[in-house]
């Protein structure tokens, strides 16, 4: 099973954002990955968001749905979706999020599970029954922008690449840099 790539970085995609987690082939996440979002919740298009690791562009088969809830005071859903059934809904309150305001939510990934941390502060640690080696696909659904999603291998020793898009459209970034302007080593 082929790894996904070290770092893949992707700016302002549509909101129903689902694609394979690098290229044409079928990669998956693993343990020691963390994928990092970062965007806004814009009420004008409803009361939740939500962000799925799942199981290709269908959503029969989610590891991980993570949904921040605007109603009822604000609360925070995380459930598992296997053969299209729901699991165990675990609620989750206060909501960290807020309205119109700017976040960002960091999924270090784990053999057992996901943990979660909102604007740099630990959130929670949730755990799947859903093997890593069949989550291939990252989707986003309800009242979200976001403004970038990347995907970090953190056991990785060089950050070997970087992938950009805006909007559907493919550019090259080249590699992250530090302060001074040199390539950064993780």
Not at 66 to 75: K, Q, T
Not at 100 to 108: D, K, N, Q, V
Not at 118 to 144: A, E, M
Request: with cysteine; proline share 6%.
């Amino acid at each position: 099973m082929p790894p996904i790539c070290d770092q893949l970085s992707v700016v302002n995609p549509v909101i129903l954002f689902s694609r394979h987690t690098q290229g044409g082939d079928q990669y998956t996440l693993k343990d020691g990955h963390q994928v990092t979002v970062k965007g806004t919740f814009l009420q004008s298009y409803g009361t939740r968001f939500a962000v799925n690791f799942q199981t290709g562009f269908s959503d029969n088969d989610i590891a991980f749905h993570f949904n921040p809830r605007f109603e009822e005071g604000g609360y925070v859903v995380c459930n598992t979706k296997q053969k299209g059934r729901w699991g165990q809904e675990v609620r989750m309150t206060p909501n960290p999020f807020k309205i119109g305001i700017p976040f960002e939510i960091s999924f270090l990934v784990e053999n057992s599970g996901f943990q979660v941390v909102v604007n740099g502060k630990d959130f929670t640690k949730y755990t799947q029954d859903v093997p890593l080696h069949l989550v291939d696909t990252i989707s986003f659904t309800g009242g979200v922008e976001v403004t970038q999603i990347s995907i970090q291998d953190t056991c990785a020793i060089p950050v070997q690449r970087m992938i950009c898009e805006v909007q559907s459209n493919t550019s090259p970034c080249g590699s992250p840099e530090s302060k001074d302007g040199k390539p950064k080593v993780s």
